[in-house]
């Protein structure tokens, strides 16, 4: 009977090791500085820091922006239970044609952080679900005189933050819409639980050919100009149209979604259409989204 005392202090010191673990896993996890210490990199800049809940602590993602090679990039930081106790650390990265110091933040901010979950840390302000605010009131205050527009997107994402991803493939066929993802589009999560896009991009046309600019959930707008004429412009007279076709595809409840609104080039004749169209792309998980499009009536 002497093994059945020797495995019994084994699983008592093998269970005491995962619990001492799995303290430590939290410990550091729920402290913001240590947490940052893991996944900063060199030569870029905080923009944002979102916090959702985990099984022994909070699972922490952050977005960086550098300067010099122009490239955006999500580092998850979170806890991973097998074969033990640990955190493992995820980096996504992605170029792009916006300058995002603008929305550059201290790290002290990090420690403003308030135990909450999900909790988003954004242009200086800690959003939660309570005080998190719409992008397309945003879009509404954007005073756009006399504008032709060349592409509108609304974007979302559920939980973490969603970067690159040029092309989506479909569910339904062997082909895909690129580009058909955020890009060198950062997309906050939506904490509201109102199903809204949390950033919208949109083209319009200006005196030097054309503009470009985000326009984020909290009014920040990031801006990129190009001397390029729009390809096919259009006129919208408002979203009401395209907000409806957003809340008639979220009943499929996707991770991660997009919607497009753009009057494009025939194939055939490369001459624009006198048509404005919408195309939605949703997806649940991983890369594969299923895909709707059609025309949009309020043009």
């Known amino acids: 009977m002497k093994w059945i005392g020797t495995l019994f202090i084994f699983i008592l010191l093998a269970v005491s090791l995962w619990g001492l673990q799995a303290y430590r896993v939290h410990e550091t996890l729920t402290s913001p500085d240590k947490t940052f210490e893991m996944a900063t990199g060199e030569n870029a800049q905080l923009i944002a820091a979102y916090v959702d809940k985990g099984m022994l602590a909070p699972t922490w993602h952050f977005a960086f922006y550098n300067p010099k090679t122009r490239n955006i ?26 300058n995002y110091s603008s929305l550059a933040i201290q790290r002290t901010l990090l420690k403003n952080w308030r135990g909450q979950a999900p909790a988003l840390l954004f242009n200086g302000t800690w959003y939660s679900r309570d005080d998190q605010k719409d992008a397309l009131s945003m879009l509404t205050s954007l005073r756009i005189q006399n504008a032709s527009f060349g592409k509108i997107g609304l974007f979302y994402s559920k939980n973490g933050f969603w970067v690159g991803l040029d092309e989506i493939k479909s569910c339904g066929g062997d082909y895909s819409f690129p580009p058909a993802g955020p890009g060198g589009i950062l997309v906050p999560p939506e904490l509201s639980d109102k199903n809204l896009p949390t950033v919208i991009e949109i083209t319009w046309n200006s005196p030097y050919g054309s503009e470009r600019a985000l326009v984020f959930f909290n009014g920040a707008i990031i801006k990129a100009h190009t001397t390029k004429p729009l390809t096919c412009p259009f006129e919208l007279r408002n979203l009401t149209g395209a907000l409806r076709i957003w809340r008639e595809y979220f009943e499929y409840n996707p991770n991660r979604m997009a919607l497009w609104v753009s009057r494009p080039l025939d194939t055939s004749s490369k001459e624009c259409t006198n048509k404005t169209t919408w195309v939605i792309i949703a997806l649940r998980n991983g890369d594969c989204g299923n895909e709707w499009w059609g025309k949009l009536e309020d043009t």
Not at 76 to 85: A, D, T
């Open 73 to 98: 990039f999500v580092t998850s930081v979170k806890e991973s239970l097998w074969p033990w106790p640990h955190i493992t650390l995820k980096k996504q990265a992605c170029p792009t044609e916006y």
